[in-house]
């Protein structure tokens, strides 16, 4: 959940808009510097840059959703997806850009979790930011040493018979982990499936939730 | 960093500001007017060193490495960044004062 300010209110009991009221840093000097050499140099228009913070905040991971629920229920649609995530989503009218989506599926004897140990790579284009722990130190030095007690940490307990596989993205190789369909759910319609599938279930850190 | 100890993962989750926002923004119409790649970028991201990691947040190490790929491309100079930093720090004490509007 996004963190409140409850903790900084101002005087007149409002909370401070962080962003904007919060001393001038280096860094937000440094932003402001970039941002309008490209201007002025004909690089960029603030419209594009409007449009872009836009673009990327439509993102979000009822995409993925979408993906994941037409994947439960038109076989030739997993199949399609299993083989050529990049196509198979892009297909749907999904903006993928120009990495390569890999979608990754987990069944009983099988669990994925993706990460990105270098930095950040993520299916943002599908899935929109990534979290912050995502980007955390500790989520990307552990989850390739030790990913059964992360992901212990996020209340997903593995039984010992089953695999879990680790995959590190990288800038050009993006993952999505298409999670297992819930008991329960037959005959189910593809929006009311979607609703079962959380940004968790498929980064792997999460399952799909329970009718 | 990945397979290094560390500690549970935290799990605080913060709206993004608006000028973090403006930093990604930077890297997409950056990368696609050809200046960098995510490897250039990937690349002064790993010459700030070890410590950078700890001190810096994410969207300040990326906009240091937009900064540093932006200059080697020739988009501007490393004297019009500093007229350019020198002159918003005058604008006002808070990012929404030194905004150029």
Same mark, same amino acid.
């Given at each position: ?11 007149? !009991?409002? &909370? ?36 872009? /913070? ?62 990105? @140990? ?9 899935? !929109?930011?990534? &979290? ?26 593995? &039984?010992?018979?089953? @695999? ?5 993205? @990288? ?10 369909? &819930?008991?329960?759910?037959? !005959? ?9 599938? @959380?940004?968790?279930?498929? /980064? !792997? ?7 | +960093? ?25 890297? $997409? ?26 001190? +810096? ?5 990326? $906009? ?6 932006? $200059? ?12 350019? +930093? ?16």
């Amino acid at each position: 959940m996004p963190h409140d300010h409850h903790d900084h209110l101002s005087p007149s !009991g409002h &909370p401070y808009r962080s962003d904007n009221d919060a001393p001038l840093s280096y860094w937000q000097v440094m932003e402001i510097a970039v941002r309008e050499l490209m201007i002025e140099k004909g690089e960029v228009t603030a419209a594009e840059v409007a449009a872009q /913070i836009d673009a990327m905040d439509a993102r979000n991971p009822s995409h993925g959703a979408r993906v994941v629920a037409r994947a439960w229920d038109e076989p030739e649609f997993r199949a399609a997806l299993l083989a050529d995530a990049t196509n198979a989503t892009r297909e749907m009218g999904f903006d993928i850009g120009p990495m390569n989506l890999v979608a990754v599926e987990n069944t009983q004897d099988v669990h994925n979790v993706i990460v990105c @140990t270098l930095c950040s790579c993520y299916p943002r284009n599908l899935l !929109g930011l990534p &979290p912050d722990w995502y980007k955390t130190r500790e989520y990307r030095s552990r989850t390739v040493k030790e990913p059964r007690k992360v992901l212990a940490e996020f209340g997903v307990e593995l &039984p010992d018979n089953v @695999t879990c596989r680790v995959h590190d993205s @990288t800038a050009d190789m993006r993952y999505i982990v298409l999670p297992a369909r &819930p008991k329960g759910t037959d !005959g189910w319609t593809q929006e009311a499936l979607a609703e079962l599938v @959380t940004r968790d279930s498929m /980064i !792997g850190t999460g399952l799909a939730k329970q009718p | +960093m990945g397979g290094d100890a560390a500690g549970p993962v935290p799990t605080d989750q913060h709206d993004f500001a608006l000028w973090e926002k403006r930093v990604d923004a930077l890297m $997409i119409l950056g990368a696609a007017r050809g200046h960098f790649t995510v490897d250039g970028l990937r690349r002064a991201l790993e010459d700030m060193g070890e410590q950078a990691f700890e001190d +810096m947040s994410y969207y300040e190490r990326w $906009i240091a490495s937009i900064n540093q790929n932006l $200059i080697e491309a020739g988009v501007y100079s490393l004297e019009e960044l500093g007229s350019k +930093m020198e002159e918003v720090r005058t604008r006002g004490e808070t990012y929404g004062a030194a905004q150029d509007v």
